[in-house]
């Protein structure tokens, strides 16, 4: 049973596109987060949900929008994609109070050509 | 903003050898976590430390927490080729805020 689990795996798309990614977790945890990890490995918050509300809203885009239908799924939409956006795209999931460790999916490789 | 460094960036080691990653915060954290990612895969969380002076071990890791708790390390001893990834530490200032990764240390095992 996959914990956080994110589709597509990879994604190659052009320039100006728009695309979209889905996160889904089944551990119960109501706090979901996006991190993106760009070539020389950085891990940078993008976004987080707890309980469906935002709570975190890092600088990023406007071309950035994410969703959370509910506690369990965290989507990120992409608009106007631009060559800067090909990164390794990861979500996680947390128990916000315990603190503890967060759970990874696999990740998305997003290529902009 | 708060900022969490480590060093080194990339570090090559013959099996066998130790290894040590350090990493430093800006400001105080309420807690750490280590974090490993091997090649191709995903960040995995490994500990938490909360305590000032904290020290924990798994197996053949060492992981402390600094008195003042803005540094940590791990230690690594007598590594072997499944330790290579990149290891991450990832700070909170305050329970429920934000976890801010560290830079990084990539860590390559050779025979």
């Known amino acids: 049973d996959t914990a956080v689990s994110q589709t597509p795996k990879y994604l190659v798309t052009q320039m100006g596109n728009d695309k979209s990614i889905k996160c889904e977790q089944n551990l119960g945890h109501d706090t979901m987060y996006w991190y993106k990890q760009d070539s020389k490995k950085f891990l940078k918050i993008m976004f987080s949900?707890?309980?469906?509300?935002?709570?975190i809203n890092e600088t990023v885009p406007n071309r950035f929008s994410p969703k959370s239908p509910d506690k369990a799924h965290l989507n990120l939409h992409i608009n106007s994609l631009e060559l800067g956006d090909s990164a390794v795209y990861f979500c996680a999931s947390s128990n916000r109070e315990s603190g503890y460790g967060y759970t990874f999916g696999s990740g998305t490789r997003l290529t902009v050509v | 903003g708060q900022q969490v460094m480590q060093i080194p960036q990339y570090q090559h080691v013959q099996e066998g050898e130790d290894f040590t990653t350090y990493c430093n915060s800006s400001t105080t954290l309420s807690n750490i976590q280590w974090y490993k990612q091997r090649p191709g895969g995903h960040p995995v969380f490994l500990i938490q430390l909360v305590k000032s002076g904290e020290v924990k071990k798994q197996k053949r890791l060492t992981f402390q927490f600094g008195e003042a708790k803005k540094n940590s390390s791990l230690h690594i001893t007598a590594t072997q080729t499944t330790d290579v990834g990149t290891y991450f530490c990832?700070?909170?200032?305050?329970?429920?805020?934000?976890?801010?990764f560290g830079t990084g240390t990539q860590l390559k095992v050779e025979l």
């Open positions: 990832a700070g909170r200032t305050s329970q429920g805020s934000k976890l801010t």
């Open positions: 949900y707890n309980n469906k509300e935002l709570i």
